[in-house]
Structures are given as structure tokens and as C-alpha cells.
């Protein structure tokens, strides 16, 4: 791995079916945080267990590199955010970006960080 490489931590902001996947993937590899606001969710995926049954309870253990949290203060240290929370359509057809808003909002003091990568996936 390039020193480049080493050097990052990556945050996946948003657990769903998108997301999680997506930080038990990267969790393999680098250190990850996955961040979601549902303090449900994030007690039963540290137990290993995924409510939505995307992923078994092996699949999580195999991230050794991954925590959640719920908490803003553990994203202090990443570099890469990587934000995937939902855009439903609404009555008209049209994407409800309020997720993606709030989402941009949690982080926006985050993401300032000099060198960060931000990138937005639509679902």
C-alpha cells in the first residue's frame, strides 16, 4: 500500500443498504467509521447485527478495520467522506433532497478539513 493510501480514513455517512456495504468493504482494507443518527441501528451493527439483513453477522466481523458511531466527534479524523443517504421522489416526481441537506449540514464543519475528499451518492 503507498504511503498516499495509508494515510486515509475514510467515513461512509448514511448505514442503509448503500452504505453499509459500502463501509464493510472499505473496513476490510482501511480504517473506516460508519456514521449513521439512528442509535438503534448503530447498537445493533457493534452487537453484528443488520436489522435490513444485507449483511450476516461473519460479513461485519470481517471489517476489523470498521467502528460506528452516532456520535460527530469520531469523524474528527477522517479524510474521505463518502455520504449516501437516501433521495426519495416525493408527490411530484421530484428527489427530496431534505436527507442529503441535513447530511451536508452534520458534516459541513467536517469536510472543511484541508485535503478531505467528499463525494455524494444519490440512492
Known amino acids: 500500500m503507498s504511503a498516499k493510501i495509508s494515510g486515509i480514513r475514510i467515513c461512509v455517512i448514511g448505514l442503509g443498504y448503500v452504505g453499509l456495504p459500502l463501509a464493510v468493504e472499505f473496513g476490510k482494507k482501511f480504517n473506516t467509521v460508519g456514521f449513521d443518527i439512528n442509535s438503534s441501528r448503530i447498537k445493533s451493527l457493534c452487537e453484528g447485527i443488520d436489522q435490513t439483513l444485507e449483511l450476516t453477522a ?59 475528499n467528499i463525494r455524494f451518492n444519490a440512492q
Open 58 to 116: 461473519n460479513e461485519i466481523a470481517e471489517s476489523t478495520f470498521l467502528e460506528f458511531t452516532e456520535d460527530l466527534k469520531d469523524l474528527n479524523s477522517s479524510n474521505v467522506f463518502i455520504v449516501t443517504v437516501p433521495t426519495p421522489l416525493g408527490k411530484n416526481r421530484k428527489p427530496d433532497l431534505n436527507f442529503l441537506l441535513s447530511a451536508s449540514k452534520y458534516g459541513g464543519r467536517l469536510y472543511s478539513c484541508i485535503g478531505s
